[in-house]
């Protein structure tokens, strides 16, 4: 959300799911005999419509399938359009006035079924993305964009309106061009359960293939694609939640990538022949999402969880370096409530942990451990909440268990619920739960936080503002910076809706997290970026001889 894109950028939840088959009908896999890359997901997409997706194995796929107008480079500049290069539009031109872009789509560009991509595609998919009977979680951050007109055939024209750094970013970002011939009769409040979402209709270097329900998903190179053929004829991705037996399943050579390994598996990679570990860029961390109302009467605050009090005191109870040195490599204790290169130093350092100051601060706020009590209580009402946990998710378990404990000792219960990644987008989608401890990929731009905070994204049951936080203040904070021009003034309108967030914490930020991927010798990882390792996958390569496999 913010995947969560995202990685939304927006929001994605990253999740675990079972490797349940074996590639290849058991036979050791050998891209370099049968040009098939198999990568592991650590959870099955939910679908593979953009607009609706929510966690990080959805982008990951779609993006194979579906493109952008225009790819940021790995520097991931969202100010102007510098460190932008064309994808499906090959040119663009801003108007004097820097209120509109006219982007140019590629002639060459073609459907998977053959149609031409013309600016009528791109008006319908931003019509798609902001309608609200869609519900997408990337309409927040379109605000900015008045509307979309088709000037020629292959003239799309992005209207704003307000100049702002960040326009042709919002542009191009958060939207994969989707075809109209195509969707254009579905109903958009079904479009979940469309035969798209699960089958999407492309533009991009592979064609959708297959999907194995609890297996895999796979797909086939587009030989007609007008930029060049993807090095690898198919890519599959294998549904592989169990990190141990993907680990094996890698060591076996039945899989290429395993894009997030644990840090206790490192040293085993690191003295494999068929494997050799890849530190990935990452813009990921991981959190408590907390529900501030009621899940029975959303208009009432949560019975806990809606007191600023409360939210506070776990906060302070909360031992984040402890719990990142236990999770070894890969996790760094939060610094702000985003993965600390999006924060650039504009937020103010998170509540230090004083468990003396937390017990004290319940206390002032009426909630009393009676002597011989475990919990405390107000008004009869028990300090206690229950935390969703991907069920298969080691290091959140981990994580959980510490947190169970560090709370109690201030008088406050907390119910580990493990529970599977469907089932967990579904409850925080419901807005059924009290705490979620999740994973979230970010994109490049810190104003994607108005995904999770924003008062706009809880429109309805499909936004990303899961846990129902409002806040006028952090609405004009971030609302400021996206209109700042300046990187002064941006600066200064950040660090105030950070400051906001932290002192209201509608989160327990945890830790961020440093990905390491384990990679086929023989494989040849291009183009990687910090917002998404998957951005330049037709790009990879295959070594000629692997000698080690």
Request: hydrophobic share 45%; charged share 20%.
């Amino acid at each position: 959300m913010p995947y969560a894109q995202r990685k939304p950028a927006a929001f994605r939840v990253a999740g675990r799911a079972v490797l349940a088959v074996a590639i290849a009908c058991g036979t050791p896999h050998d891209p370099a005999r049968d040009s098939t890359l198999v990568i592991a997901l650590a959870a099955e997409p939910t679908l593979l419509l953009p607009p609706l997706i929510a966690e990080t194995p959805g982008f990951v796929i779609a993006d194979q399938v579906l493109e952008r107008l225009a790819e940021p480079d790995s520097t991931l500049s969202t100010t102007g359009d510098q460190a932008f290069r064309p994808r499906l539009a090959e040119s663009w031109a801003w108007s004097p006035d820097s209120l509109s872009i006219a982007f140019r789509i590629d002639p060459n560009a073609r459907w998977h079924d053959g149609a031409p991509v013309t600016a009528r595609d791109v008006r319908f998919t931003f019509a798609m993305y902001i309608d609200t009977a869609v519900a997408s979680p990337a309409a927040p951050l379109l605000a900015n964009i008045d509307s979309v007109q088709v000037r020629e055939e292959r003239v799309a024209v992005f209207w704003f309106h307000r100049r702002h750094a960040q326009q042709f970013f919002d542009a191009t970002y958060h939207m994969r061009i989707l075809p109209e011939h195509v969707l254009g009769a579905a109903a958009r409040a079904s479009l979940r359960t469309s035969a798209f979402a699960r089958a999407p209709t492309g533009s991009g270097p592979f064609r959708f293939a297959r999907w194995v329900p609890g297996q895999l998903v796979e797909l086939a190179a587009d030989t007609a694609y007008r930029r060049s053929r993807a090095q690898f004829d198919r890519v599959i991705f294998a549904i592989a939640s169990d990190p141990t037996a993907a680990l094996v399943r890698a060591l076996d050579g039945d899989i290429d990538v395993l894009p997030y390994v644990r840090g206790a598996d490192v040293a085993r990679i690191s003295h494999s022949r068929r494997l050799t570990p890849l530190a990935w860029p990452s813009l990921s961390n991981a959190l408590v999402m907390l529900d501030l109302r009621d899940p029975l009467r959303r208009t009432h605050p949560h019975p806990v969880l809606g007191d600023r009090a409360v939210r506070r005191a776990l906060a302070m109870a909360i031992d984040r370096a402890r719990i990142a040195a236990a999770l070894g490599v890969g996790a760094v204790p939060a610094s702000g409530p985003l993965p600390a290169p999006l924060l650039r130093g504009t937020a103010p350092p998170l509540p230090p942990f004083d468990v003396g100051a937390a017990a004290a601060l319940l206390d002032s706020a009426g909630w009393r451990l009676a002597p011989g009590a475990t919990n405390r209580d107000r008004d009869r009402i028990a300090l206690r909440f229950a935390l969703l946990v991907p069920s298969t998710a080691n290091a959140g378990r981990r994580a959980a268990v510490l947190m169970q404990d560090q709370l109690r000792r201030i008088g406050v219960g907390m119910d580990i619920e493990p529970i599977d990644n469907a089932s967990l987008t579904a409850r925080l989608s419901a807005h059924n739960f009290d705490a979620a401890l999740v994973e979230l990929d970010w994109d490049p731009s810190p104003l994607s936080a108005r995904q999770l905070w924003g008062t706009d994204s809880d429109a309805s049951a499909e936004g990303a503002n899961f846990g129902g936080y409002s806040s006028r203040t952090f609405d004009a904070a971030i609302e400021s910076a996206a209109s700042a021009i300046d990187s002064s003034t941006a600066r200064s309108a950040t660090s105030h809706a950070w400051s906001t967030l932290v002192d209201d914490a509608p989160a327990l930020w945890l830790y961020d997290l440093e990905r390491v991927a384990a990679v086929r010798r023989c494989v040849r990882p291009s183009g990687v970026r910090a917002d998404a390792w998957w951005s330049a996958l037709s790009n990879w390569t295959v070594a000629e001889s692997c000698p080690n496999d």
